[in-house]
């Protein structure tokens, strides 16, 4: 279960101590979460946080599994969720304590900054590994995102990045020890909430103007194993 709590201007979500993975009940506990900090008056800032060895391992495959007539519209809830949250009209920090793999990398990717526990956890794009190929909103995020060679790199070998790798190569924007991860996170948002909300708003949406369309761009999505189909 996701949790919200407030440290003065900065909203901190909690997305849990489990695998975080995604599915219809959790990007609907998430939306519902965000909704509150849009609403909320005066100045702030987002830092989205976890507990345990995990951020988020990304999509619920078995859910997905279980559920092949509903996987092409829970597709466009997550497509939204990444949309939402690299738009969003405030400054956004993801506060990544554990493994980030996956749907769930391009979650914190769609945050303004991440800060990555220095000496455990990995950030991962396994697609390649697992059989499951990118949808074009996906890959037009994750290169706006991240620096062109990085890209190739996390995409084509599924490379398991540590939180001094990551930052070597432009993944993240900082490394924090064990504890020291979700404050350090704080305070970079903090320093950022007084920025007017509809300014921001405008420039993020019109710096990502192509990333958003591309994530509302109807597909359906490829299953392991499968051809991806070609849609423009």
């Known amino acids: 279960m996701a949790d919200l709590t407030r440290d003065g201007e900065v909203f901190v ?16 506990e998430l939306n519902q979460l965000l909704d509150e900090v849009v609403a909320a008056p005066g100045p702030k800032a987002l830092v989205t946080s976890a507990r345990g060895r995990i951020w988020s391992n990304g999509l ?12 092409d519209q829970f597709l466009v809830q997550v497509h939204e969720l990444f949309a939402r949250v ?3 009209p405030l400054p956004t920090v993801a506060a990544l304590q554990g493994h980030t793999f996956a749907a769930g990398a391009m979650l914190a ?15 991962c794009l396994p697609e390649v590994d697992i059989d499951f190929s990118f949808t074009i909103g996906m890959t037009e995020l994750l290169k706006a995102r991240l620096p062109v060679r990085a890209a190739h790199e996390a995409m084509t070998t599924g490379r398991r990045y ?3 790798d990551a930052l070597a190569i432009g993944i993240i924007d900082a490394v924090a020890d064990e504890g020291k991860v979700l404050p350090a996170a ?13 300014t921001l708003g405008a420039i993020k949406s019109r710096m990502y103007a192509d990333v958003l369309a591309a994530l509302r761009i109807p597909e359906r999505i490829v299953m392991p194993g499968s051809a991806p189909p070609i849609q423009r």
């Open 13 to 28: 979500l909690d997305l849990g101590d489990g695998e975080n993975r995604f599915n219809p009940g959790s990007i609907g």
């Open 60 to 71: 619920d495959l078995a859910w997905m599994v279980g559920n092949l007539g509903e996987v």
């Open 86 to 88: 690299l738009s969003l």
């Open 109 to 123: 990717l769609a945050h303004d900054q991440q800060v990555m526990r220095a000496d455990r956890g990995y950030f």
């Open 162 to 164: 540590g939180g001094h």
């Open 186 to 198: 704080v305070d970079a948002a903090r320093a950022l909430a007084g920025k007017p909300a509809g």
